[in-house]
C-alpha cells in the first residue's frame, strides 16, 4: 500500500486540513482588509444619511412644527393614525405606485430593445452610445422644464407634432388636465431614464460568452428562443439589480412632479405629499410621518423584491 505525499512532501490526509486552515486564514485576513477599508464610508453614510433618518422617525411620534422644532412633546402613533385615514395620502400612494410600476415597465422593455440593438455589430454604434446618454446626463430639473415648456397648450411642439400628424384636432393641456397629466410626467422619466437601463442591459450582454451563441447558431436555434432560453436567464442578475434601483428612483419621485405639476393631486407622489405637510403647512410631525411610512414602503419592497427575485448581488444570480 502507497501513501500519497504533496509536493510539500506531506501525507495528503494531512496537506488537505492544512490548506482548508490557511484558506480559511486568508478568508479571515480579507474580511478584515475589507472592513477596515469600508469602515469610514459607513460612518460618513451613518452621519449623513442615519443621523437625519433617525430624527425624522423621531419627529413622526412629535406634534413638532416648522417654525418651533425645539418645543414639542411626544404624541405616540396620532400622526400615523391621521395618516392612515388621510384620502390624500392614499392618493399619493396610489399615484407613487402607479407611476413607478408604468415607467419601470416601459423603461425595461425599451431598455432591453436598446440595448440588444447596440449590443450588435454596426457602424456607428459608439457614437450611438454616447448619444443615448444625453437625456440622463441632463438634470431633472432641467429636463422637467423643458418638457413642460414642449407641454405647453398654446406654443408646446408637442401640441403642434400631433396637430400636423392630425393626432389631435385641439391642442392640449398635457400637464393642467388631471386625465393626462400622470401620463406626461411618466412620459418625461421614461425619456430621461431608459437610457440608464440600457447601460446597465448593455453592460451585461458584453459580458455574455460568445460561443453559447456560436452553438445555438450551428445548431439553427430560433434567436427568439434563443433570446428568451439564454440570455434572459444569464443577464437576469443584472437585470433585476437595474429594476431595483429604478423602482427605488422612482417610488421616491419627488422634482420631476414637482417641477412639472406642482401639488397638483392628479400626479401628487409621497414625496411631494411629504414636502407639502412640511415646507407649505410647517407640520413637522405629520411629514415626518408621511416620510417614515415612504421609506418603509421602499424597504419592505426591496426586501420582498430580493427575496421572491432571489437576487444576488456578487453577479452569480438566484438559484
Request: proline share 5%.
Amino acid at each position: 500500500m502507497t501513501t500519497a505525499f504533496d509536493t510539500n512532501g506531506l501525507p495528503a490526509q494531512q496537506a488537505a486540513p492544512a490548506a482548508r486552515t490557511k484558506g480559511s486564514a486568508l478568508t479571515r485576513q480579507r474580511r478584515r482588509a475589507a472592513l477596515i477599508f469600508l469602515a469610514p464610508m459607513v460612518i460618513v453614510l451613518a452621519l449623513v444619511a442615519g443621523w437625519p433618518l433617525a430624527r425624522t422617525i423621531y419627529f413622526s411620534f412629535t406634534d413638532a412644527t416648522l417654525y418651533n422644532l425645539e418645543y414639542h412633546e411626544f404624541i405616540g402613533f396620532l400622526n400615523f393614525y391621521y395618516l392612515a385615514i388621510d384620502p390624500q395620502w392614499w392618493r399619493a400612494v396610489w399615484n407613487t405606485v402607479f407611476f413607478a410600476v408604468v415607467s419601470v415597465s416601459i423603461e425595461t422593455i425599451l431598455g432591453m430593445v436598446i440595448a440588444l440593438t447596440l449590443n450588435a455589430h454596426m457602424p456607428g454604434r459608439g457614437l450611438l452610445r454616447a448619444a443615448m446618454l444625453i437625456p440622463w446626463a441632463i438634470p431633472t430639473v432641467v429636463s422637467a422644464q423643458m418638457w413642460g415648456w414642449m407641454y405647453h397648450d398654446l406654443y408646446g411642439v408637442i401640441n403642434e407634432i400631433f396637430l400636423g400628424v392630425g393626432l389631435i384636432d385641439l391642442p392640449h393641456a398635457w400637464i393642467a388636465d388631471p386625465a393626462l397629466s400622470m401620463y406626461a410626467v411618466i412620459a418625461v422619466d421614461v425619456w430621461k431614464t431608459t437610457p440608464f437601463m440600457t447601460l446597465l442591459i448593455l453592460a451585461a450582454l458584453q459580458l455574455l460568452p460568445g460561443e453559447v451563441y456560436e452553438a445555438a447558431r450551428v445548431d439553427g436555434i430560433n434567436p427568439v428562443k434563443v433570446f428568451f432560453k439564454v440570455t434572459l436567464p444569464l443577464i437576469k442578475p443584472a437585470l433585476m439589480v437595474a429594476i431595483i434601483f429604478r423602482t427605488l428612483d422612482a417610488l421616491r419621485i419627488f422634482d420631476l412632479m414637482y417641477v412639472l405639476t406642482g401639488n397638483s393631486r392628479a400626479t401628487a407622489s409621497m414625496s411631494v405629499y411629504a414636502r407639502q405637510q412640511l415646507v407649505d403647512f410647517q407640520d413637522v410631525g405629520y411629514g415626518s410621518a408621511a416620510s417614515t411610512f415612504l421609506f418603509l414602503i421602499i424597504a419592505a419592497f426591496t426586501v420582498i423584491y430580493i427575496t421572491v427575485g432571489k437576487v444576488n448581488f456578487d453577479g452569480q444570480g438566484g438559484k
